[in-house]
């Protein structure tokens, strides 16, 4: 079976650092991406990590390790605009389209 | 990047009744794929529509409840039959990006409410 785990909801302070967790189990891995997606919007890509390691973009980096089925997305310098759902999908055959996606964490950037 | 464009952005139906949503991609795509992000929840995957054939619809949607046409390389539509309160949700169309990445476009969605 297919199950994605992330925390629902996260509240962080404008300028800080703050890490969403992902972990899953599927019985494929073809690569995790993480999408953002504002209230009202479709989701947007933010990153994926296919191999174990870090993957930087900016002020938003991915963190993957297949072996323990894990990944993080770690945003530095919060800013308000921030704040939004970020959605942790993994792609268990080689069409992307057939992601599995989580249930969202709920971000909320604080003055 | 793709360009995706849907309509209607929004409607509300009336039970029993059917809709249409109608999607446009600005250039010729291998498969569109039809999610449904229903109120508070993430996005599950109904179906994945591919040009020339019937689409292929993931466990717990079937062809008589979302009937979908692939009549060309970059159009696809959606139909949710015989609408029920609990199809109320927003239902997106998306394609994979031309990238090694294969990271999914999206569009704007159809928000959905059923009375």
């Known amino acids: 079976g297919q199950n994605i785990d992330q925390p629902t909801e996260m509240t962080a302070t404008e300028g800080a650092i703050v890490q969403i967790n992902c972990t899953y189990q599927?019985?494929?891995?073809?690569?995790l991406f993480w999408y953002q997606q504002h209230a009202g919007e479709a989701p947007t890509f933010l990153s994926y990590n296919v191999l174990d390691g870090l993957e930087e973009k900016g002020r938003f980096s991915s963190f993957l390790s297949r072996s323990k089925g894990y990944s993080y997305l770690l945003l530095k310098e919060l800013q308000m605009k921030d704040s939004a759902s970020y959605l942790c999908?993994?792609?268990?055959?080689?069409?992307?389209?057939?992601?599995?996606f989580g249930d969202g964490t709920t971000l909320t950037v604080k003055p | 990047s793709a360009v995706i464009s849907q309509k209607p952005s929004r409607d509300i139906c009336q039970r029993g009744t059917s809709l249409t949503i109608q999607c446009q991609v600005d250039s010729q795509v291998t498969m569109m794929f039809w999610y449904r992000q229903q109120p508070g929840q993430s996005l599950t995957l109904i179906a994945t529509?591919?040009?020339?054939?019937?689409?292929?619809?993931e466990s717990g949607f079937v062809i008589d409840k979302f009937p979908i046409s692939r009549p060309n390389l970059t159009f696809s539509t959606l139909t949710v039959s015989n609408m029920s309160p609990e199809d109320s949700s927003i239902y997106l169309c998306?394609?994979?990006?031309?990238?090694?990445?294969?990271?999914?476009?999206f569009g704007e969605g159809s928000r959905l409410t059923v009375l």
């Open positions: 998306s394609v994979e990006g031309s990238t090694n990445t294969g990271e999914l476009f």
């Open positions: 529509a591919n040009q020339g054939s019937e689409a292929t619809y």
């Open positions: 999908a993994v792609a268990d055959n080689t069409n992307a389209g057939k992601s599995t």
């Open positions: 599927t019985s494929g891995f073809n690569g």
